[in-house]
């Protein structure tokens, strides 16, 4: 009976040799008979994104984290997530594990060259992600632009924030321009956490 429904008691696995559609005629995705997923319309993982190009705001810090607020877009986002730029977060709205990932590219304003570390946060700055974490040396003076990156994998609830946070590595005073950021997170999977 290769076109009919089959299961399995000892796996509580249900087969089916044929592709499955789920949604309506406009949203919806595919699992095709040979196990490929295609989304069409509106649906699809959950997923968010902001970011800046071509800031030109300096900020100064003493030493101490501080969110980085350079977000000015909302990039694209699906399901549950909301992207709040004007706030320099995402709200996660959907709980589960997610593939989290940020670049930079920042400028040293000061005279002296220091190291720049920025973290992931969540709710405020209350929670950081250590997976989710870069320093940079920033040489002295803004003819040189560093680049940063990071990612990882991170457990939301559905009532946090997401935001990044800066933090130099002394207490000196320094200035440094976040010229271009973007922060995307996708869902990958459920949580128990």
């Known amino acids: 009976m290769a076109n009919s429904w089959q299961y399995s008691t000892g796996t509580n696995i249900i087969n089916w040799p044929h592709g499955s559609r789920f949604g309506d005629s406009t949203n919806m995705h595919e699992i095709s008979s040979s196990g490929v997923v295609t989304y069409f319309g509106g649906s699809g993982l959950n997923y968010g994104e902001i970011y800046v190009k071509d800031n030109t705001t300096a900020y100064s810090s003493t030493g101490g984290k501080a969110i980085v607020n350079a977000f000015a877009n909302n990039g694209l986002s699906n399901g549950g997530i909301t992207p709040e730029s004007s706030a320099n977060r995402i709200a996660v709205g959907v709980k589960g594990t997610y593939d989290v990932n940020a670049s930079a590219t920042v400028i040293n304003n000061s005279a002296q060259a220091f190291v720049l ?59 440094y321009t976040i ?10 999977g459920g949580s128990t956490a």
Not at 124 to 134: E, F, K, L, P, Q
Not at 179 to 188: N, P, V
């Open 117 to 175: 570390s920025l973290e992931l946060y969540t709710n405020g700055g209350t929670t950081g992600y250590d997976n989710v974490h870069a320093d940079r040396e920033l040489s002295a003076g803004s003819t040189v632009i560093g680049s940063i990156s990071m990612n990882g994998f991170c457990a939301f609830s559905s009532s946090d924030t997401v935001e990044i946070w800066a933090q130099p590595d002394t207490t000196a005073v320094w200035s």
């Open 179 to 188: 010229s271009d950021i973007t922060l995307t997170i996708k869902q990958i």
